[in-house]
Protein backbone atom coordinates (compact mmCIF):
# COMPACT_ATOMS: atom_id res chain seq x y z
CA UNK A 1 0.00 0.00 0.00
CA UNK A 2 1.73 3.21 -1.07
CA UNK A 3 2.19 6.32 1.47
CA UNK A 4 -1.00 8.47 0.16
CA UNK A 5 -3.47 5.67 0.19
CA UNK A 6 -1.94 5.10 3.90
CA UNK A 7 -2.60 8.20 4.44
CA UNK A 8 -5.73 8.46 3.16
CA UNK A 9 -6.90 5.71 4.97
CA UNK A 10 -5.35 7.15 8.35
CA UNK A 11 -8.03 10.26 7.65
CA UNK A 12 -10.54 8.25 7.11
CA UNK A 13 -10.42 5.95 10.16
CA UNK A 14 -9.13 9.39 12.26
CA UNK A 15 -12.17 10.93 11.19
CA UNK A 16 -14.38 8.48 11.90
CA UNK A 17 -13.01 7.37 15.34
CA UNK A 18 -13.70 11.20 15.93
CA UNK A 19 -17.09 11.18 15.07
CA UNK A 20 -18.12 8.28 16.69
CA UNK A 21 -16.40 9.33 19.68
CA UNK A 22 -18.72 12.50 19.54
CA UNK A 23 -21.67 10.95 18.74
CA UNK A 24 -21.41 8.09 21.11
CA UNK A 25 -18.82 8.58 23.70
CA UNK A 26 -19.51 10.50 27.39
CA UNK A 27 -17.53 13.27 27.04
CA UNK A 28 -15.15 12.58 29.95
CA UNK A 29 -14.08 9.59 27.61
CA UNK A 30 -13.97 11.82 24.56
CA UNK A 31 -11.83 14.25 26.23
CA UNK A 32 -9.31 11.95 27.55
CA UNK A 33 -9.05 10.14 23.84
CA UNK A 34 -8.13 13.86 22.48
CA UNK A 35 -6.18 14.36 25.28
CA UNK A 36 -3.79 11.71 24.38
CA UNK A 37 -4.36 12.42 20.22
CA UNK A 38 -3.36 16.11 20.39
CA UNK A 39 -0.11 15.89 21.47
CA UNK A 40 0.47 13.13 19.21
CA UNK A 41 -0.70 15.24 16.29
CA UNK A 42 1.25 18.37 17.38
CA UNK A 43 4.48 16.58 18.30
CA UNK A 44 3.88 15.17 13.98
CA UNK A 45 3.08 18.21 12.53
CA UNK A 46 6.15 20.27 14.29
CA UNK A 47 8.28 17.39 13.00
CA UNK A 48 7.24 18.01 9.32
CA UNK A 49 7.65 21.92 9.85
CA UNK A 50 11.18 22.01 10.87
CA UNK A 51 12.14 20.56 7.65
CA UNK A 52 10.44 23.40 5.77
CA UNK A 53 13.10 26.37 5.42
CA UNK A 54 16.38 24.50 5.20
CA UNK A 55 14.67 22.69 2.58
CA UNK A 56 13.33 24.61 0.58
CA UNK A 57 16.49 27.19 0.64
CA UNK A 58 18.54 24.26 -0.31
CA UNK A 59 15.96 23.45 -3.37
CA UNK A 60 16.08 26.96 -4.12
CA UNK A 61 19.69 27.35 -4.49
CA UNK A 62 20.46 24.16 -6.26
CA UNK A 63 17.30 24.67 -8.56
CA UNK A 64 17.52 28.50 -9.47
CA UNK A 65 21.45 27.48 -10.54
CA UNK A 66 20.69 25.07 -12.31
CA UNK A 67 18.27 26.95 -14.15
CA UNK A 68 20.66 29.41 -14.87
CA UNK A 69 23.25 27.35 -15.88
CA UNK A 70 20.92 26.23 -18.48
CA UNK A 71 19.44 29.45 -19.73
CA UNK A 72 22.97 30.84 -20.28
CA UNK A 73 23.96 27.82 -22.24
CA UNK A 74 21.32 28.38 -24.89
CA UNK A 75 19.44 30.98 -25.78
CA UNK A 76 16.35 28.68 -27.36
CA UNK A 77 16.23 27.29 -23.25
CA UNK A 78 16.49 30.49 -21.95
CA UNK A 79 13.40 31.52 -23.95
CA UNK A 80 11.85 28.49 -22.75
CA UNK A 81 12.58 29.37 -19.44
CA UNK A 82 10.92 32.99 -19.86
CA UNK A 83 7.34 31.26 -21.35
CA UNK A 84 7.50 28.84 -18.22
CA UNK A 85 8.13 32.21 -15.50
CA UNK A 86 5.40 33.84 -17.57
CA UNK A 87 2.73 31.12 -17.06
CA UNK A 88 3.68 30.28 -12.95
CA UNK A 89 3.21 34.12 -12.30
CA UNK A 90 0.31 34.08 -14.81
CA UNK A 91 -1.46 31.09 -12.77
CA UNK A 92 -0.59 32.09 -9.96
CA UNK A 93 -2.48 35.70 -10.26
CA UNK A 94 -5.68 33.92 -11.62
CA UNK A 95 -4.97 31.89 -8.67
CA UNK A 96 -5.79 34.73 -6.31
CA UNK A 97 -8.85 36.12 -8.33
CA UNK A 98 -10.80 32.95 -9.08
CA UNK A 99 -10.37 31.23 -5.64
CA UNK A 100 -11.82 34.23 -3.45
CA UNK A 101 -14.74 34.49 -6.46
CA UNK A 102 -15.27 30.75 -6.09
CA UNK A 103 -15.56 30.78 -2.32
CA UNK A 104 -17.89 33.79 -2.70
CA UNK A 105 -20.16 32.30 -5.14
CA UNK A 106 -19.74 28.77 -3.47
CA UNK A 107 -18.89 29.76 0.38
CA UNK A 108 -17.10 26.92 2.73
CA UNK A 109 -20.05 25.51 4.60
CA UNK A 110 -20.62 28.01 8.34
CA UNK A 111 -21.48 25.52 10.83
CA UNK A 112 -18.71 23.37 9.77
CA UNK A 113 -15.66 25.97 8.78
CA UNK A 114 -16.56 26.93 12.32
CA UNK A 115 -16.19 23.70 13.97
CA UNK A 116 -13.12 23.01 11.77
CA UNK A 117 -11.91 26.69 12.99
CA UNK A 118 -12.45 25.51 16.54
CA UNK A 119 -10.30 21.91 16.51
CA UNK A 120 -7.57 23.65 14.50
CA UNK A 121 -6.93 26.83 16.97
CA UNK A 122 -7.31 30.12 16.77
CA UNK A 123 -5.32 32.02 13.80
CA UNK A 124 -2.77 34.89 14.61
CA UNK A 125 -4.08 38.02 13.68
CA UNK A 126 -3.01 39.76 10.90
CA UNK A 127 -1.88 43.31 10.59
CA UNK A 128 -2.53 45.42 7.79
CA UNK A 129 0.79 46.58 6.24
CA UNK A 130 1.26 50.07 4.10
CA UNK A 131 2.73 49.67 0.82
CA UNK A 132 6.24 50.73 1.94
CA UNK A 133 6.25 48.19 4.93
CA UNK A 134 5.09 45.50 2.17
CA UNK A 135 7.96 46.23 0.11
CA UNK A 136 10.34 45.99 2.83
CA UNK A 137 9.19 43.15 4.05
CA UNK A 138 10.97 41.03 0.92
CA UNK A 139 14.39 41.97 2.34
CA UNK A 140 15.45 40.90 5.19
CA UNK A 141 17.36 42.67 7.49
CA UNK A 142 19.00 40.13 9.30
CA UNK A 143 18.76 36.43 7.34
CA UNK A 144 19.30 34.02 10.30
CA UNK A 145 16.33 35.69 12.40
CA UNK A 146 14.11 35.88 9.34
CA UNK A 147 14.67 32.07 9.01
CA UNK A 148 14.28 31.42 12.91
CA UNK A 149 11.25 33.03 13.29
CA UNK A 150 9.71 31.80 10.13
CA UNK A 151 9.72 35.07 8.27
CA UNK A 152 9.30 32.55 4.55
CA UNK A 153 8.88 35.65 2.27
CA UNK A 154 12.54 37.55 3.12
CA UNK A 155 14.15 33.86 3.40
CA UNK A 156 13.28 32.73 -0.33
CA UNK A 157 14.25 36.75 -1.28
CA UNK A 158 17.89 35.74 0.17
CA UNK A 159 17.93 32.85 -1.33
CA UNK A 160 17.10 33.30 -4.72
CA UNK A 161 19.91 36.25 -4.69
CA UNK A 162 22.33 34.24 -2.90
CA UNK A 163 21.78 31.48 -5.70
CA UNK A 164 22.02 34.25 -8.09
CA UNK A 165 25.20 35.74 -6.90
CA UNK A 166 26.45 31.88 -6.61
CA UNK A 167 26.32 32.24 -10.10
CA UNK A 168 28.74 34.74 -10.55
CA UNK A 169 31.50 33.75 -8.56
CA UNK A 170 34.85 31.36 -10.05
CA UNK A 171 33.61 27.56 -10.98
CA UNK A 172 35.60 25.87 -8.09
CA UNK A 173 34.17 28.17 -5.18
CA UNK A 174 30.54 27.55 -7.17
CA UNK A 175 30.88 24.01 -7.54
CA UNK A 176 31.31 23.58 -3.60
CA UNK A 177 28.48 25.45 -2.69
CA UNK A 178 26.27 23.66 -5.08
CA UNK A 179 27.65 19.90 -3.64
CA UNK A 180 26.99 21.09 -0.22
CA UNK A 181 23.74 22.30 -0.89
CA UNK A 182 22.73 19.23 -2.67
CA UNK A 183 23.97 17.20 -0.03
CA UNK A 184 21.77 19.28 2.51
CA UNK A 185 18.82 18.32 0.25
CA UNK A 186 19.75 14.35 -0.31
CA UNK A 187 19.55 14.64 3.77
CA UNK A 188 16.54 16.79 4.49
CA UNK A 189 14.71 14.82 1.92
CA UNK A 190 16.11 11.82 4.12
CA UNK A 191 14.37 13.47 7.16
CA UNK A 192 11.27 14.20 5.50
CA UNK A 193 10.83 10.41 4.72
CA UNK A 194 11.35 9.60 8.23
CA UNK A 195 8.91 11.69 9.43
CA UNK A 196 6.27 11.00 6.30
CA UNK A 197 6.73 7.44 7.32
CA UNK A 198 4.78 8.53 10.53
CA UNK A 199 2.03 10.53 9.01
CA UNK A 200 -0.51 7.95 9.19
CA UNK A 201 -0.26 8.26 13.04
CA UNK A 202 0.02 12.17 12.69
CA UNK A 203 -2.42 12.35 10.39
CA UNK A 204 -4.75 9.86 12.23
CA UNK A 205 -4.45 11.61 15.08
CA UNK A 206 -5.36 15.01 14.08
CA UNK A 207 -7.98 13.85 12.06
CA UNK A 208 -9.13 12.16 15.19
CA UNK A 209 -9.80 15.88 16.99
CA UNK A 210 -10.80 16.89 14.02
CA UNK A 211 -13.72 14.39 14.10
CA UNK A 212 -14.44 14.90 17.74
CA UNK A 213 -15.06 19.10 17.57
CA UNK A 214 -16.27 19.33 13.83
CA UNK A 215 -18.35 16.23 13.20
CA UNK A 216 -19.24 14.46 10.20
CA UNK A 217 -19.23 18.49 8.62
CA UNK A 218 -15.79 18.10 8.37
CA UNK A 219 -15.84 15.66 5.36
CA UNK A 220 -18.12 18.06 3.57
CA UNK A 221 -15.27 20.57 4.21
CA UNK A 222 -12.91 18.38 2.61
CA UNK A 223 -15.13 17.65 -0.46
CA UNK A 224 -15.69 21.39 -0.83
CA UNK A 225 -11.67 22.26 -0.54
CA UNK A 226 -11.26 19.47 -2.91
CA UNK A 227 -13.87 20.71 -5.68
CA UNK A 228 -12.73 24.49 -5.55
CA UNK A 229 -8.82 23.08 -6.05
CA UNK A 230 -9.68 21.12 -9.00
CA UNK A 231 -11.80 24.31 -10.41
CA UNK A 232 -9.01 26.34 -9.88
CA UNK A 233 -6.51 23.91 -12.25
CA UNK A 234 -9.64 23.55 -14.60
CA UNK A 235 -9.12 27.16 -15.11
CA UNK A 236 -5.65 27.39 -15.65
CA UNK A 237 -5.77 24.81 -18.16
CA UNK A 238 -8.41 26.88 -20.24
CA UNK A 239 -6.22 29.36 -20.63
CA UNK A 240 -3.42 27.41 -22.07
CA UNK A 241 -5.75 26.40 -24.95
CA UNK A 242 -6.85 30.03 -25.06
CA UNK A 243 -3.08 30.29 -25.20
CA UNK A 244 -2.59 28.13 -28.24
CA UNK A 245 -5.78 29.60 -29.79
CA UNK A 246 -4.42 33.21 -29.83
CA UNK A 247 -0.75 32.31 -30.86
CA UNK A 248 -2.12 29.59 -33.12
CA UNK A 249 1.45 28.22 -33.99
CA UNK A 250 -1.22 24.76 -34.71
CA UNK A 251 -5.10 24.87 -34.85
CA UNK A 252 -6.76 24.68 -31.56
CA UNK A 253 -9.01 21.26 -31.81
CA UNK A 254 -5.72 19.58 -33.66
CA UNK A 255 -3.76 20.52 -30.45
CA UNK A 256 -6.09 19.41 -28.25
CA UNK A 257 -6.51 16.12 -29.82
CA UNK A 258 -3.40 15.46 -30.05
CA UNK A 259 -1.93 15.68 -26.64
CA UNK A 260 -5.37 13.68 -25.31
CA UNK A 261 -2.68 10.73 -25.37
CA UNK A 262 0.13 12.44 -23.72
CA UNK A 263 -2.83 13.58 -21.10
CA UNK A 264 -4.17 9.65 -20.70
CA UNK A 265 -0.53 8.49 -19.71
CA UNK A 266 -0.47 11.69 -16.96
CA UNK A 267 -3.77 11.14 -15.49
CA UNK A 268 -2.66 6.95 -15.12
CA UNK A 269 1.25 7.59 -13.93
CA UNK A 270 0.56 11.05 -11.86
CA UNK A 271 4.14 12.06 -12.98
CA UNK A 272 5.19 14.61 -16.14
CA UNK A 273 8.74 12.65 -16.00
CA UNK A 274 7.02 9.15 -16.66
CA UNK A 275 4.98 10.81 -19.52
CA UNK A 276 7.53 12.57 -21.17
CA UNK A 277 8.22 9.74 -24.00
CA UNK A 278 4.47 10.35 -24.87
CA UNK A 279 5.50 13.98 -24.83
CA UNK A 280 8.12 13.80 -26.98
CA UNK A 281 6.06 11.39 -29.35
CA UNK A 282 3.00 13.84 -29.64
CA UNK A 283 5.06 17.02 -30.31
CA UNK A 284 7.18 15.13 -32.95
CA UNK A 285 4.36 12.83 -34.49
CA UNK A 286 1.19 14.31 -34.12
CA UNK A 287 1.95 18.21 -33.61
CA UNK A 288 4.69 17.64 -36.51
CA UNK A 289 7.23 20.42 -34.60
CA UNK A 290 10.55 20.41 -35.18
CA UNK A 291 12.31 17.61 -33.53
CA UNK A 292 15.20 20.23 -32.10
CA UNK A 293 12.88 22.25 -30.18
CA UNK A 294 10.57 19.09 -28.96
CA UNK A 295 13.37 17.28 -27.67
CA UNK A 296 15.06 20.48 -25.68
CA UNK A 297 11.93 21.96 -24.36
CA UNK A 298 10.12 19.40 -23.12
CA UNK A 299 13.06 17.88 -20.92
CA UNK A 300 13.79 21.04 -19.30
CA UNK A 301 10.07 21.44 -19.18
CA UNK A 302 9.59 18.25 -16.94
CA UNK A 303 13.13 18.78 -15.20
CA UNK A 304 12.55 22.84 -13.84
CA UNK A 305 8.55 23.55 -15.00
CA UNK A 306 5.18 22.73 -13.10
CA UNK A 307 2.80 24.44 -14.60
CA UNK A 308 -0.07 24.16 -11.32
CA UNK A 309 2.33 24.19 -8.91
CA UNK A 310 1.41 28.06 -8.21
CA UNK A 311 -2.03 28.30 -9.38
CA UNK A 312 -3.46 25.08 -6.98
CA UNK A 313 -1.26 25.93 -3.85
CA UNK A 314 -2.05 29.40 -3.70
CA UNK A 315 -6.34 27.96 -4.09
CA UNK A 316 -5.20 25.68 -1.01
CA UNK A 317 -3.44 28.63 0.89
CA UNK A 318 -6.61 30.97 0.21
CA UNK A 319 -8.96 28.09 1.55
CA UNK A 320 -7.34 27.63 4.39
CA UNK A 321 -7.82 31.17 5.13
CA UNK A 322 -10.98 31.50 5.02
CA UNK A 323 -11.63 28.54 7.14
CA UNK A 324 -9.33 30.31 9.63
CA UNK A 325 -11.20 33.66 8.92
CA UNK A 326 -8.36 35.48 8.15
CA UNK A 327 -8.33 38.52 5.53
CA UNK A 328 -5.88 38.68 2.94
CA UNK A 329 -5.16 42.08 1.52
CA UNK A 330 -3.82 42.84 -1.63
CA UNK A 331 -0.23 42.84 -0.15
CA UNK A 332 -0.77 39.57 1.21
CA UNK A 333 -2.25 37.84 -2.16
CA UNK A 334 0.85 39.76 -4.10
CA UNK A 335 2.93 38.11 -1.57
CA UNK A 336 1.89 34.65 -2.16
CA UNK A 337 2.33 34.94 -6.34
CA UNK A 338 6.11 35.85 -5.39
CA UNK A 339 6.90 33.38 -2.63
CA UNK A 340 4.62 30.82 -4.84
CA UNK A 341 6.73 31.24 -8.25
CA UNK A 342 9.90 30.98 -6.08
CA UNK A 343 8.55 27.80 -4.44
CA UNK A 344 7.72 26.49 -7.73
CA UNK A 345 11.17 25.95 -8.37
CA UNK A 346 12.17 23.91 -5.32
CA UNK A 347 9.15 21.91 -5.85
CA UNK A 348 10.63 20.23 -9.32
CA UNK A 349 11.20 16.90 -8.73
CA UNK A 350 9.86 15.44 -5.15
CA UNK A 351 7.54 13.20 -4.12
CA UNK A 352 3.75 14.66 -4.20
CA UNK A 353 3.79 14.27 0.06
CA UNK A 354 6.51 16.60 0.05
CA UNK A 355 6.58 18.73 -2.54
CA UNK A 356 2.59 19.50 -0.91
CA UNK A 357 4.15 20.98 2.62
CA UNK A 358 7.23 22.22 1.05
CA UNK A 359 5.12 24.06 -1.27
CA UNK A 360 2.22 25.21 0.08
CA UNK A 361 3.86 26.03 4.17
CA UNK A 362 6.21 28.43 2.95
CA UNK A 363 3.47 30.47 0.87
CA UNK A 364 1.10 30.12 3.84
CA UNK A 365 3.52 31.53 6.21
CA UNK A 366 4.59 34.29 3.81
CA UNK A 367 0.23 35.25 4.19
CA UNK A 368 0.20 35.07 7.19
CA UNK A 369 -2.20 31.90 7.19
CA UNK A 370 -1.99 29.13 9.87
CA UNK A 371 -0.59 25.64 8.17
CA UNK A 372 -2.16 23.39 11.06
CA UNK A 373 -4.91 22.01 8.27
CA UNK A 374 -2.65 20.90 6.29
CA UNK A 375 -1.57 17.61 7.30
CA UNK A 376 -5.35 17.12 6.60
CA UNK A 377 -5.53 18.30 3.28
CA UNK A 378 -2.08 16.17 2.04
CA UNK A 379 -4.73 12.98 2.65
CA UNK A 380 -7.15 14.29 0.56
CA UNK A 381 -4.39 15.29 -2.50
CA UNK A 382 -5.21 11.90 -4.34
CA UNK A 383 -7.52 13.65 -6.79
CA UNK A 384 -6.06 17.50 -7.25
CA UNK A 385 -2.93 15.67 -7.81
CA UNK A 386 -4.24 13.92 -11.14
CA UNK A 387 -5.13 16.93 -12.16
CA UNK A 388 -1.96 18.41 -11.32
CA UNK A 389 -0.06 16.26 -13.49
CA UNK A 390 -2.70 16.96 -16.36
CA UNK A 391 -2.27 20.26 -15.95
CA UNK A 392 1.70 20.47 -16.46
CA UNK A 393 1.95 18.12 -18.92
CA UNK A 394 -0.75 20.20 -20.88
CA UNK A 395 1.79 23.41 -20.37
CA UNK A 396 4.44 21.73 -21.44
CA UNK A 397 3.62 20.55 -24.60
CA UNK A 398 1.37 24.27 -24.77
CA UNK A 399 4.68 26.23 -24.36
CA UNK A 400 6.55 23.76 -26.83
CA UNK A 401 4.13 23.92 -29.44
CA UNK A 402 4.05 28.18 -28.76
CA UNK A 403 8.19 28.12 -29.33
CA UNK A 404 7.99 26.21 -32.74
CA UNK A 405 5.86 29.03 -34.70
CA UNK A 406 7.69 30.39 -36.93
CA UNK A 407 10.24 27.10 -37.25
CA UNK A 408 9.57 24.66 -40.45
CA UNK A 409 7.51 21.65 -39.46
CA UNK A 410 8.56 18.40 -39.69
CA UNK A 411 8.04 15.67 -41.41
CA UNK A 412 6.36 12.80 -39.25
CA UNK A 413 8.94 10.31 -38.09
CA UNK A 414 9.46 7.02 -35.64
CA UNK A 415 9.74 8.89 -32.41
CA UNK A 416 12.65 7.89 -30.30
CA UNK A 417 11.82 7.71 -26.54
Known amino acids: MSLTVRIF ?64 ASARAAKALLWFAAIVIAGGTMSVIVTPLLLHLWPVPAEAAARLLASAGAAPAAEPLSAAQWVRSFVPSNAVAAAASGSMLPVVVFAMAFALAATRIPEGPRASLGGFF ?14 LRAAPIGVFALALLVGTRAGIAAIGVLAHY ?19 AVVRPVPLLRF ?18 ATLPAMVEVATQELRLPQPIARLVLPLAVSVFRATSAPA ?29 AVSIAAVGLPGQVSFITSVAPIALAMGVPIVVLPLLIAVELLPD ?28 AATT
Open 9 to 72: VALVLGLGVGIALAAFATPDVTARVASIAEPIGNIWLDALQMTIIPLVFALLFTGIASAAGTAS
Open 182 to 195: DGVVQTMLVLVDWV
Open 226 to 244: VAIVIIVQIVLIAGLYLLI
Open 256 to 273: ARAILPAQIVALSTQSSI
Open 313 to 341: NLAVVVYVSYLHGVALDPWALAAGVAVAF
Open 386 to 413: LFRTIGNVTADLAVTTVLAKGEDETEPT
